[in-house]
């Protein structure tokens, strides 16, 4: 009887061991199971994170405007693609601080700002080591909602075209408020003499009046130069485009430069075949050839020789030129002759007339045709002055 209730405890303990074996590994693999989910789960969780950066970053980068994200410390957090080129940034800047990253002590007291006022509206800067590159900039603190910083958010928009443009709006002001106030003020002269005594004299009278009379007509010329390149640039000008011969316009511009070629013993040369023609307005080309002819008239040298010339090129395109053989353009002058009032040589041009509007109403109606303007030139070797027209109707 004690062998067997011995053999029954044996069975016993090992039947029990063998269960608790068995629930000891299906509770290792519930374990294990319940592990792997909470991976799956956190690896999940952790790429749903990593896709919303993503997406951040996408969404950032496609802006125009400049972003900068900064944390609580001041440490940059993110910038989209447009900051680093705005700032010429080489290198990932994430969580260095504004100095390290940007090295502007103005951008560290904008953000000074931001902690004391909450938001920044606004703000201009100029970049440094740049030819005039201007960013406004607008803040604001990042609140949680019991009103703790949690960082900074600086969106940087791109002024420099604006500013560009406002410069180029004030000069033009200045220009025309010049060029108008030089002609009024010596018809007021002239006029105030000869109602002084001055128009009792026959001679001296009609010489007063030949003057006010030249100073009227600068103003109308001016006035009608104004009106021209305001419906060019707005184009309110419809080009009247069909074929044209080229020599033939070149002969009739010549006829009627020709008595003020003639006063400085200039000669101009036709080169144009007879048979070149363009697509292009014959009367806005007319008005092309003659501001080119006129000008190389009068900035040309005395008894030189003025060509004209022209030839087919690549693209269906006419170029073509006109050359002089005067004193020539500075190099530092060459981009600007076709600026509005811009004048190589200010003193002679007072001396010659003219708005100064002449080779920007040039460029304008060329490139109202498609075509291109330019100028070649060195001091002392004469100056070229090229444009381009479509050959035909593409």
Same mark, same amino acid.
């Given at each position: 009887?004690?062998?067997?209730?011995?053999?029954?405890?044996?069975?016993?303990?090992?039947?029990?061991?063998?269960?608790?074996?068995?629930?000891?590994?299906?509770?290792?693999?519930?374990?294990?199971?319940?592990?792997?989910?909470?991976?799956?789960?956190?690896?999940?969780?952790?790429?749903?994170?990593?896709?919303?950066?993503?997406?951040?970053?996408?969404?950032?980068?496609?802006?125009?405007?400049?972003?900068?994200?900064?944390?609580?410390?001041?440490?940059?957090?993110?910038?989209?693609?447009?900051?680093?080129?705005?700032?010429?940034?080489?290198?990932?800047?994430?969580?260095?601080?504004?100095?390290?990253?940007?090295?502007?002590?103005?951008?560290?007291?904008?953000?000074?700002?931001?902690?004391?006022?909450?938001?920044?509206?606004?703000?201009?800067?100029?970049?440094?080591?740049?030819?005039?590159?201007?960013?406004?900039?607008?803040?604001?603190?990042?609140?949680?909602?019991?009103?703790?910083?949690?960082?900074?958010?600086?969106?940087?928009?791109?002024?420099?075209?604006?500013?560009?443009?406002?410069?180029?709006?004030?000069?033009?002001?200045?220009?025309?408020?010049?060029?108008?106030?030089?002609?009024?003020?010596?018809?007021?002269?002239?006029?105030?003499?000869?109602?002084?005594?001055?128009?009792?004299?026959?001679?001296?009278?009609?010489?007063?009046?030949?003057?006010?009379?030249?100073?009227?007509?600068?103003?109308?010329?001016?006035?009608?130069?104004?009106?021209?390149?305001?419906?060019? !640039?707005? #184009?309110? *000008?419809?080009?009247?485009?069909?074929? &044209?011969?080229?020599?033939?316009?070149?002969?009739? =511009?010549?006829? @009627?430069?020709?008595?003020?070629?003639?006063?400085?013993?200039?000669?101009?040369?036709?080169?144009?075949?007879?048979?070149?023609?363009?697509?292009?307005?014959?009367?806005?080309?007319?008005?092309?050839?003659?501001?080119?002819?006129?000008?190389?008239?009068?900035?040309?040298? !005395?008894? #030189?020789? *003025?060509?004209?010339?022209?030839?087919? &090129?690549?693209?269906?395109?006419?170029?073509?030129? =006109?050359?002089? @053989?005067?004193?020539?353009?500075?190099?530092?002058?060459?981009?600007?002759?076709?600026?509005?009032?811009?004048?190589?040589?200010?003193?002679?041009?007072?001396?010659?007339?003219?708005?100064?509007?002449?080779?920007?109403?040039?460029?304008?109606?060329?490139?109202?045709?498609?075509?291109?303007?330019?100028?070649?030139?060195?001091?002392?070797?004469?100056?070229?002055?090229?444009?381009?027209?479509?050959?035909?109707?593409?």
């Amino acid at each position: 009887m004690p062998y067997i209730l011995l053999a029954i405890t044996v069975v016993g303990a090992i039947a029990l061991h063998l269960w608790w074996q068995r629930r000891y590994a299906r509770l290792q693999g519930e374990c294990a199971r319940q592990k792997q989910s909470i991976s799956d789960s956190q690896q999940k969780h952790d790429q749903e994170i990593m896709q919303k950066q993503a997406e951040q970053q996408a969404l950032f980068n496609s802006m125009t405007e400049g972003v900068l994200i900064l944390d609580p410390s001041g440490h940059v957090q993110l910038v989209n693609r447009s900051l680093q080129q705005f700032f010429d940034l080489k290198t990932d800047v994430r969580g260095q601080t504004l100095m390290e990253a940007f090295r502007l002590q103005e951008l560290v007291e904008l953000v000074r700002r931001i902690q004391e006022e909450r938001a920044v509206q606004d703000h201009e800067m100029e970049l440094p080591g740049t030819s005039g590159c201007w960013l406004q900039v607008n803040a604001a603190a990042v609140l949680d909602g019991g009103g703790v910083q949690h960082g900074s958010i600086l969106v940087f928009h791109d002024l420099t075209r604006l500013k560009q443009l406002e410069n180029t709006r004030q000069e033009f002001v200045a220009n025309v408020s010049h060029e108008l106030r030089t002609p009024l003020s010596l018809i007021k002269g002239f006029v105030e003499t000869l109602l002084d005594g001055a128009k009792n004299d026959p001679e001296l009278s009609t010489r007063f009046l030949q003057t006010i009379e030249k100073h009227a007509d600068r103003l109308t010329y001016l006035i009608e130069d104004l009106l021209t390149i305001s419906k060019l !640039e707005s #184009g309110q *000008i419809v080009m009247n485009l069909h074929e &044209v011969n080229l020599h033939e316009e070149v002969v009739r =511009v010549i006829e @009627d430069l020709q008595s003020r070629a003639s006063g400085k013993n200039v000669k101009l040369q036709n080169t144009l075949s007879p048979d070149l023609t363009a697509h292009a307005d014959a009367d806005r080309l007319e008005q092309v050839l003659f501001n080119l002819i006129e000008n190389a008239i009068k900035y040309g040298r !005395e008894a #030189g020789t *003025i060509i004209i010339g022209g030839k087919p &090129v690549a693209d269906n395109k006419i170029e073509m030129w =006109v050359q002089d @053989d005067g004193p020539g353009i500075p190099p530092e002058a060459r981009e600007r002759v076709f600026e509005r009032f811009y004048r190589v040589d200010r003193a002679r041009s007072r001396e010659t007339g003219g708005t100064g509007l002449g080779l920007s109403i040039v460029k304008h109606i060329v490139q109202a045709h498609s075509g291109e303007v330019s100028v070649k030139s060195e001091p002392g070797a004469g100056t070229t002055f090229f444009f381009t027209l479509p050959q035909s109707k593409e």
